[in-house]
């Protein structure tokens, strides 16, 4: 199945996560926040179309791993890291932010998947 570049630019297959844009959570500053929080974690991204339709009242960021090799050992906490990062940026702009992050394999199996722990203390 294609995926497109979107805002990132460039070619896909050089990228090891698509990011996927959801339209309803997510404005071009919004995937572009992403792809450079994803940059500055040591990550290639490249942005693409939503693809994955999930009916809930929260949204997930969609991530899509490039190649037939699975993600290292150490990916876990870089999804940890980028979900906190996410959380920032979407609160700091007033909008909802994500509550977890799936990451899709080859095959669009789910093979990583990571709630977002906010900041903020219990109500």
Known sequence: MPRDTGAAGGEWTS????????RVHMDDADIAAVLVILEELGVEAAATEQITLLKAQWWVLTLHWIGDDLPHL??????????QRVW?????????PPTRIDVHGADDGIISSSGIQSEEPDS
Not at 74 to 83: A, K, M, Q, W
């Open 88 to 96: 920032q940026h979407y609160k700091a702009i007033g909008k909802t």
């Open 74 to 83: 150490g990916f876990d906490s870089i999804l940890t890291l980028l979900g």
């Open 15 to 22: 990228a090891r996560v698509q990011v996927e844009q959801n």
